[in-house]
């Protein structure tokens, strides 16, 4: 597969800058279909990215001839009906992350892959952002020593649309997301951690509603372990107040520490006994153009894309451990 040319399924916010415009940017990939079920949405996003056509069903987007590959950037709990579909009908799919809005139904993912042969590649996108990649390079420099603990803290206020009881926002209504903001933002972090020091074994955690904006937990504390023995720990605040907004991950070594944040790319730091190094390594613009790029190379027989359905579902894993969802 030399020329992939992607049909989109879902055109919202997403794939209106962290991805969409990133698929021409890359040679050999081009967008030549969009879908969403509502026309007006479809029609728009395809007349101001010039894109040919556009569907309002899905089926007809992925059974379109001239569609080779499909990207899904819908809510979680439609992951696995689309990415299924293209799969079975032998395309290729890009997914939005968390992979599902469960454990389950990761797995059900996998089998069709597995049965299939047909890949699904996962948007854990900050993994191969060079901002990541450094924090990956000074650990496996050994510039901190052996890593002891691994610590996340995540907080912020409430966000304008939280306030909104009669049309709260997908993110925070469990049957569509799999949980809250948890779900939805410790999965890139769990990525993270995971893709450092393999895969977390032992989870689990006490998620409460302290804020009382919507049903689904706000507040979560949890420990988990990673298969080599190395412990971590993390706490998340959806509803704190802006004196404690926090971003940040601490990684403790026996030679000194890294701290570095998830979403807000505030600069790296190193400290060691010979003093402290910052690292300002601002992101793309289309924050998932590299990411895009490996699914291209990958597709195009030239790499190796390792963000794939199977290596996603752990981060599920841990989180419905951590959720009490299993």
Not at 180 to 186: C, E, L, T
Not at 298 to 304: I, N, R, W
């Amino acid at each position: 597969m030399k020329q992939i040319k992607w049909g989109f399924i879902g055109c919202g916010e997403v794939a209106e800058k962290k991805s969409g415009p990133a698929f021409n940017l890359v040679d050999g990939s081009e967008v030549v279909a969009v879908m969403s079920r509502t026309k007006e949405r479809a029609k728009s996003y395809a007349e101001r990215h010039n894109i040919k056509k556009w569907y309002t069903d899905a089926a007809s987007l992925i059974n379109d001839s001239e569609v080779n590959a499909v990207y899904v950037a819908t809510p979680p709990s439609s992951h696995p009906t689309y990415a299924i579909m293209a799969m079975n009908a032998g395309k290729p799919v890009y997914i939005e992350k968390p992979l599902a809005s469960s454990y389950d139904d990761c797995a059900r993912i996998n089998r069709v892959s597995r049965e299939t042969g047909v890949p699904c590649f996962v948007a854990y996108y900050r993994r191969y952002m060079p901002y990541f990649l450094k924090v990956k390079q000074l650990v496996e420099a050994g510039t901190i020593g052996e890593i002891q603990n691994v610590q996340i803290r995540y907080s912020c206020p409430p966000r304008p649309e939280d306030l909104n009881l009669e049309h709260l926002p997908w993110r925070v209504l469990p049957e569509i997301a799999g949980g809250g903001y948890f779900y939805d933002m410790a999965a890139h972090q769990f990525d993270l951690i995971q893709e450092l020091f393999g895969v977390i074994t032992h989870a689990r955690g006490y998620a409460s509603n302290r804020g009382g904006l919507y049903g689904a937990e706000d507040t979560v504390s949890a420990c988990f372990q990673f298969e080599n023995g190395l412990p971590g720990s993390g706490s998340w605040c959806f509803v704190g107040h802006e004196s404690h907004m926090e971003d940040r991950i601490e990684l403790l070594g026996s030679k000194g520490t890294i701290c570095f944040s998830v979403f807000s790319y505030s600069p790296i730091h190193l400290h060691t006994s010979e003093g402290e190094s910052v690292f300002d390594i601002p992101p793309h613009d289309f924050v998932q153009l590299p990411m895009i790029q490996a699914v291209v190379k990958t597709l195009q027989g030239e790499g190796t894309c390792t963000s794939t359905s199977f290596s996603a579902t752990p981060v599920n894993w841990v989180m419905d451990r951590i959720l009490k969802k299993i």
